[in-house]
């Protein structure tokens, strides 16, 4: 759009020596809401970080307002008047974009977008204002998230009732619904933060944040044994013990970026996450980054990311060089390093050579001396702290050095942490998706965010923390919702995650939760964990319909559920106790009608009957999603 060709003609007579507007609250929500969008998928291929086309930029609110050679395209408050909008606009010469034209609606949130502009100038940024101060962090999130919702003028969703309450509890912290036991106990004393520190402190729950993490660290394995080699490496145990034992986060980071050789319980098993990718350093930068930045580097490859501009090529080679010293020997012993090479440049695209330093994102370059062109490095032995053991660690270590840096005075890892946590919990990031923490992805409550993170990293990283300040806050006890998804004013509608889904209909059917062949089976269906858009597939659907695997656990469930069932007097009985046992609900009444009158229809076959009723109710909707 605006195309260098069509620059000249685009003249303009007003001053250019004031400072550019900067945008106003209305005009900064209708920027990230839907006029950058408009711009990205129209005009910054032209105009955007890699090329600039008549010099003008129009990836952010101020590159837009700077201008190009020719002057300025907007007049803040004048949409009229700005050659922005009237380019936009059927017989428009020059027309913008040059071989297509805007739908109504997307240059009217153009238009409205320069008519909220400010019109006085203003040079310098407001000074922010002073920290807030908070008792805990429910207090924390429900100011600021209440205060959002003010703004927007919106209700939020009124909260759910103890059953439903106990429900998503188990499942987000024990990765299961309650048994019929668990929540009649609890419903009896409804003591929601004694609930919370039980299952924090239960076996189930280090598992389960296991599962969680397993899946963000590592992704999932899903053609082949979806446990692959995890299992029996200690990768799964290294995990499971960090959240059993409530590590220190920045500590248990350090350990898999180190990936040294510790037999010790609380270390053996962290060289997975770098012996998985294979001595792949590109592979290894790209899954390092999300960990301690918050943000994927992989755009940053061949040029500047396009988009966040405060990530460089530089940054992504630097992360490169950070662990291209390292050798996969033995998963069991660590992955080994180099004391020498390693040092290498890289080209960006005017061809111009650099060196591969390691820059951090925080702006810190880690020192370290390169050696002259001339000089051949020796890999002498008293390089190394022991150069008989058979994973060498060398006395200067860059990857070290790197992972010290990464979890010291480093406010991404924090950050990074307590944003998954919060997707984790309530189906949406703070800064969504999760993994994109950057200039171009802003968070939709910043102070909040900052808030958590500053008091995760106060309290020595402690992870039991953060997930107890979400489960106890307002926000999780809402009821569900899909409006305004990053106001959080409901619980977001999302599905339940493969293990979760495995576990509960064990529990359901009064069988033991734990299978591990059926959950790889149920894993293989159904890999997601937090996907970019919640949506079936038919797999899923032939899964769940014509699967071995559920007629396998229905058979299962023969001696233990659907005997119970049908013992008892009448199809009405047996609904209701289906319906509790599944949904930890009574039915409702058009529900009870519906049911009833299909176990009647099949009364000559009471256990067919119920065995098909069982199948409806697990396959349902409700079901498998969150509560």
């Not at 939709?444 to 039991?464: N, V």
């Amino acid at each position: 759009m605006l195309r260098r060709s069509l620059v000249p003609s685009l003249s303009f007579t007003f001053a250019l020596s004031a400072a550019p507007t900067l945008p106003g609250a209305d005009a900064a929500a209708l920027w990230s809401g839907k006029v950058r969008q408009i711009l990205d998928v129209n005009c910054v291929k032209c105009h955007g970080v890699l090329e600039q086309k008549g010099g003008l930029e129009l990836d952010t609110p101020e590159m837009v307002l700077k201008g190009g050679e020719n002057g300025v395209v907007v007049l803040p408050g004048k949409p009229e008047e700005s050659v922005l909008y009237s380019s936009l606009q059927a017989g428009a010469d020059p027309h913008m974009p040059p071989k297509k034209q805007l739908s109504d609606a997307d240059r009217a949130a153009v238009k409205e977008w320069i008519s909220q502009l400010p019109t006085a100038p203003v040079a310098i940024k407001a000074q922010p204002k002073p920290k807030r101060q908070f008792a805990s962090g429910e207090e924390a999130i429900a100011t600021l998230v209440e205060e959002g919702w003010k703004q927007a003028g919106v209700k939020p969703a009124a909260p759910v009732s103890d059953a439903v309450w106990c429900r998503r509890v188990y499942l987000d912290l024990a990765g299961r619904i309650p048994t019929q036991a668990e929540l009649a106990a609890f419903m009896a004393a409804p003591q929601r933060d004694a609930l919370i520190d039980k299952l924090l402190a239960s076996p189930d729950y280090p598992v389960r944040m296991r599962e969680l993490w397993d899946t963000f660290l590592m992704g999932r394995l899903v053609r082949q044994n979806p446990d692959g080699r995890r299992k029996g490496s200690g990768w799964w145990t290294f995990l499971e013990k960090a959240f059993k034992d409530n590590r220190p986060w920045n500590e248990v980071v350090y350990d898999i970026l180190c990936a040294r050789p510790d037999p010790s319980p609380e270390r053996k098993g962290a060289a997975w996450f770098l012996f998985e990718r294979k001595n792949d350093y590109q592979k290894i930068a790209e899954a390092v980054a999300p960990v301690v930045y918050g943000t994927k580097i992989d755009c940053a490859q061949c040029h500047d990311h396009p988009l966040a501009r405060e990530i460089k090529q530089a940054h992504y080679w630097g992360l490169v060089s950070a662990f291209n010293r390292s050798k996969n020997v033995d998963a069991s012993l660590g992955v080994a390093e180099s004391a020498v090479g390693g040092f290498m440049n890289f080209t960006n695209l005017k061809k111009e050579s650099q060196p591969a330093v390691v820059a951090m994102l925080t702006g810190r370059t880690l020192p370290e001396t390169w050696p002259s062109g001339e000089t051949k490095e020796e890999d002498k032995p008293d390089l190394y702290e022991d150069p008989k053991a058979p994973v060498r660690v060398p006395k200067y270590s860059r990857r070290e050095a790197f992972a010290d840096a990464a979890t010291h005075d480093n406010p991404l890892l924090a950050r990074a942490f307590v944003n998954r946590m919060w997707a984790a919990l309530t189906g949406r990031g703070i800064v969504n998706p999760p993994d994109e923490i950057n200039e171009r992805n802003t968070p939709s409550h910043p102070e909040l965010l900052d808030w958590l993170a500053e008091d995760f990293a106060a309290h020595h990283y402690d992870t039991r923390r953060v997930v107890r300040q979400i489960v106890r806050s307002r926000v999780y006890a809402l009821g569900a919702s899909s409006s305004a998804p990053e106001l959080f004013a409901g619980m977001l509608e999302r599905p339940l995650t493969a293990e979760q889904l495995a576990r509960s209909w064990r529990v359901a059917l009064d069988l033991p939760p734990n299978d591990d062949e059926f959950r790889r089976q149920v894993i293989a269906a159904m890999p997601d964990v937090l996907p970019k858009e919640y949506t079936a597939t038919f797999q899923q659907a032939q899964f769940l319909s014509h699967s071995p695997t559920i007629n396998a656990l229905l058979k299962a469930a023969q001696g233990g559920i659907t005997t119970r069932l049908t013992a008892l007097p009448d199809a009405g009985a047996r609904v209701k106790e289906a319906f509790q046992s599944i949904y930890s609900r009574p039915p409702a009444a058009d529900e009870a009608t519906a049911a009833t009158a299909l176990l009647k229809a099949q009364s000559a076959k009471p256990a067919e009957a119920t065995r098909d009723l069982l199948w409806a109710l697990l396959t349902s909707a409700e079901f498998m999603a969150m509560p």
